[in-house]
């Protein structure tokens, strides 16, 4: 019951962000709205590239599921299960959970107003809240082996500094910053800000990991015990 119902999940959750990337894809050459900028593309925006994680993790956790025997020792369970538990968990968590943050404070520091003419009430929804519980299910349908706790916090913190060091770069480039909050920054404001982001992603991996131990526990120690 339970491979079935995480088969049928997958599946859905891949095909709804695939359609969710499609119909932003589909915006490509429309005029943008006040708070878009063209250079970069979407591929400045953490919010597109969370949506590509996320439809990747569960493309790949589909493709696992035709696998037949042990799926649990094999390397694409593994790149699976290192997916989901360091990339795709904290930051769709962090992206959902900062964004509405800001939002309730002051959207035009996030999501300027002017953008609600360019993105329609449910594609906002889509990229900054269904994530949320689509990532929840997935610890309810599907145990996820994590790995050591320095490697996967060192594995964050280059992807983390990759997209800061990106970021820069289209602020030097053209001198807008992909999200209006950061030009209220100084200089050693941005680096305290940056830290506090990177904090918060490393409690959203530790929350995930103990999620997935509190509600597998019982059938991850069936599994050790049948090992020994």
Sequence with gaps: MTSTLGRVYHITAFSWYAFVVKCLAAKDGEKLPPGIFVYGGPWKYLTFLNL???????????????????????????????????FAFPVGMFVVLLFWTIFAYDRELVYPATIDTF?????????????????????LVQPHIYPQTKHALAALGVVGLAYLFWIIWVFLSVGIWVYPLLGHFSTAGLAGFFFFNMSAVTLFYLLGDKLNSHVWSKDMNKTTANKQ
């Design 119 to 139: 993105f329609p009430p449910w594609i906002n929804h889509a990229m900054h809240t269904f994530v949320l519980p689509v990532l929840l299910g997935e610890v």
């Design 52 to 86: 590509l994680l996320q439809m990747s993790f569960f493309g790949l956790a589909a493709l696992n599921d035709l696998q037949a025997g042990k799926k649990s020792e094999t390397i694409l369970s593994r790149c699976k299960d290192l997916l989901f538990s360091v």
